[in-house]
């Protein structure tokens, strides 16, 4: 609808409104006062039923007395006779005590009676009195009914006395006889349903009708009603003053809307070229009313909007190409350093922050600031060590009350006492970021527990802070909403670089003793043998097998054996190295890595091993309250690259035919692989017999004979180059 239009439908609101309100008050006035005069006549009409219905059962009683006080039979009928002959009765009936008819008078009504004192049951044929016969000792004789017939005479006669048309109805609520006109009958039977009680209902055609009975002294179901006495005229002449008077008022209406709508009507134009994308319309000035003020302040907003769409449309495009970098660099990339520099730098050209910083949590409660930009000179102290490390404990100062509640914060900063570690600015916004909730939408963090103020908040992953806004003005909510959006990706982006790190750790480790596993094994080793080559070092192979391990699952159980792997891998964790590689080759095989060891250092490392499985059971759970202790042993077979194979696999296999002759010699002890023959570079080594203890001077032998005859030898010396710990 156009606004000229609404403007003459409120006019005609406003007109229209009294004239309806008053028309509908003088109708409704005069429609309650004809009900309430139609109830008062309904209810003197149903006192007046129930009189003359009490009159003529009290008039068949009197006849059935007169008759029951005649002793003689004989005497009694002339007597009943004597009734009927009088009126008093149309018809009377005497029974013996059986019940059998004794005398009955011609010409009786149509049953069924309705006893005056009994229950309505159903149609009514005549109203009926009975008495009892007795002797002067009291026993019963019989009885005396007197009736008369409720016919349509009676009925006409009732509707004569009470002034209203009489309903006579069955049980079943259908017309027995009335004194209703045939075309408003069933309207007055229809509305009968509706009068319960005394109430009363009114009829489609104008009528009043109210329910008499039955009732105690009353068992006739009647339905008396009455017409209504409204002025035919009435509602007629009222429709024509209301249809008069919205006549006129449509008239002015109309002349109002159009002579007020026409400065809207420009203005709407020039709106609608705005909306195309014209911002040089402009509105005429026709007055100075309000509307004159609204086209005045429309072409000033017009001209100010050109300017700021110029300097929006080049924001845009600024913010448009960070977005882009920054998708481009979470689809690329997953150095978790790289995303968040990219992160930070968009979040302050997004906002026009000077400075700023991407803080996460560690496991300590304390945000450490992995990414800054801008804070040089903004520290509290002199000290040069501070902007080495941004640290805030969860709880502290505002990052650490962000991220101990959840809660975004933006403000004038306030220099606290003592110091924080926050960097000193003049404005300030700070929102967290958390983990995304895989049931849904991410989680605000929550207060810490039990008041320890060092708990994070559930799933919390850090905090984006930005510092002193260009142009001196404090951070608004849109900077809020858009810092809010970069910290959504900052979360994503910390919690796909955590996943992807795990998904990286579980493809290469073993899900029960958190070894490396088969397939990071064939990696390590091809590396490791590179790494030898390159520096012209050893690299060790240890393939051990725990001896009889299918007597541990048969006799223990599998949940037993799996409990003996896990310890064993635990035992072998504890005696490499931290440079060295533990792998589960599958079951219950396992192969150590010893890069930068020759022989006699493999050795050691497998009689400490051997001795650390031997001497000490493993402890599983038992069916009692003890745990029971498993003894178990190991077989190793060592083999040393270059000096055993000349390959990755090649050297495998040779510490895997070296294990198999461990396991052949009895089992509980190691077996060093055969020299590898016809390659005069490879190390000419002493060969070492298995044993499961050293030598008497307590260190295998493996290298070079001395003058003296011992073996000389051990883990190679030298620089180590710089390794990455893997598996810990």
Known sequence: MTLRGR??????????????????????????????????????????????????CQQLRAAADAVALVADPVARSRAADQVVGRGLATAVVIADAAGRTTYASAGGPAGPWQDCAGAPAGRVGALAVQVRLRDPAGAD???????????????????????????????????????????????????????????VAGTGDGRYVRRVGPSPGQPLPLVLSVPARRPPVLFGALAGAVALAAL?????????????????????????????GDLTARVPVRSRDEIGRLA??????????GSYVAALTSSRDQLRNHLVVLGDTLAS?????????????????????????????????????????????RWPTDDPADPATLRVPVGTGVVGAVAATGEPVRGRWTASDPPTGEPTCETYVAVPFAAPDPRGPERPGHPPLDGDPAAPPSAALGVLALY????????????????????????????NVRVHEEAQRLSLTDPLTGLWNYRYLRESIR??????NRFGRMLSVLALDLDRFKHVNDTWGHAAGDAVLVEFARRVRGVIREVDLAFRQGGEEFVVLLPETDARGATIVAERLGAVVRDQPVPVDGHG?????????????????????????????????????????????YRMAPVAVGDPARTQEIPVAAATVSPPDGLPRAGAADPAGAAQGGASSGPHPPRQSRGR
């Open 7 to 56: 403007l003459t439908v409120a006019f005609l609101v406003v007109v229209l409104g009294p004239v309806l309100l008053g028309a509908f008050f003088v109708g409704a006035t005069l429609s309650a006062v004809d009900r309430s005069r139609a109830t008062e006549r309904l209810g003197l009409a149903a006192a007046g039923v129930r009189t003359s219905v009490d009159a003529l």
């Open 141 to 199: 004789l019989g009885a005396v009914v007197a009736a008369q017939p409720v016919d349509p005479a009676f009925v006409a006669r009732l509707a004569a006395v009470t002034g209203v048309d009489v309903t006579l109805l069955d049980g079943p609520g259908r017309i027995t006889h009335t004194t209703e006109d045939p075309g408003v009958r069933a309207a007055v039977l229809a509305a009968a349903g509706q009068a319960v009680g005394d109430r």
């Open 248 to 276: 006129l008022a449509v008239l002015a209406a109309w002349r109002l809307a159009r002579v007020t709508t026409r400065p809207l009507v420009e203005l709407a134009g020039a709106v609608d070229r705005v909306a195309h």
């Open 296 to 305: 005045a302040a429309f072409n000033r907003m017009m001209r100010e909007t």
């Open 333 to 377: 990339t997953h150095d978790l350093q790289r995303i968040l520099r990219v992160i930070l730098d968009s979040a302050i050209a997004g906002t026009g922050a000077r400075a700023g910083a991407v803080l996460l949590l560690d496991g300590h409660g304390v945000l450490v600031g992995q990414c800054v930009e801008g804070l040089a000179g």
């Open 468 to 495: 002193d806004r260009l142009g001196g003005h404090e951070f608004d909510d849109d900077d809020l909403v858009t810092l809010r959006t970069f910290a959504g990706h900052a979360a994503v982006a910390v919690e």
């Open 527 to 532: 590396r490791e043998v590179e790494r030898a």
């Open 625 to 669: 309250d003890e745990p029971l202790r498993v003894p178990v042993t190991v077989s190793i077979g060592i083999a040393v690259y270059p000096d055993h194979a000349a390959g990755g696999q090649q050297v495998l296999d040779a510490a895997d035919d070296a294990l198999y002759a461990a396991k052949a010699a009895g089992r509980d002890g």
